[in-house]
């Protein structure tokens, strides 16, 4: 799957550089994205052609946190290349909305040409859950506050001990945001997915089910394992 995902994207970049100079591309920091991480660093790609940004980061973990997410792309992804250039969200800025500012104002810059993300078990994009998920939200970048189920599933993969770790607020790129970008490539692995996906695919656009909303989107690819589909037949 995530070799599949991984070919793709690189397809998509080769084709857009064609005809552009740049390309910009977010990318979703969890274990979800291992294995197409790992397959997409080893493509054949004018690295020095992409701005890669992240699209959400934890508020407040120490600097050189693992489980931070701009250290989580650096160490599988940013690092390994050379990017034209790599845009982090700084969670431990002292002025949040001044960050969120200076990040939306990046992504207007360098408007998303891909996304390269997962779905949440409460089927959240990037950290809009559904209790702050907005699909016509006017911000590029916000602060949230995580719900219970986003935090809990941070303990599932492994990336904290306890709930009681995990941080209570974030920075996220909003819906419009992710949205926003030209190709939506969506990798979804694990039978604790699974009805996420079903949701995804069945349930009633809204924000209850955030990831509902990539049924409106044009261009969109959604990468799944047999656990992850397996409520979908």
Known sequence: MGESAATAVAA?????????????????????????????????????CINAFHM??????????????????????FSKLPFKSINYLNGNATDVDKECTRYQNLLTQYPPDIVCL????????????????DFNDPKLVKQVKLDLACRQQ??????FTTIDEVPSHALTLTIPALLSANYLSAVVPGPAKAQAVYNTLNAEVNELNPATILRTHHDVILYLDKASSALIG
Not at 56 to 77: S, T, V, W
């Open 118 to 133: 997962g779905i949440g078990e409460n089927g959240h994009l990037a950290f809009n859950d559904p209790h702050v998920a």
């Open 154 to 159: 941070q303990v599932n993969d492994g990336c």
């Open 12 to 48: 998509k970049i080769t084709a857009l550089l064609k005809a552009q100079p740049e390309v910009n591309i977010i990318f979703a920091a969890a274990p979800s994205q291992n294995e197409f991480l790992v397959a997409f660093v080893t493509k054949d790609i004018q690295w020095n």
């Open 56 to 77: 959400d980061e934890y508020i407040g973990l120490h600097a050189d946190a693992p489980q931070a997410f701009g250290n989580f792309l650096k160490d599988r992804i």
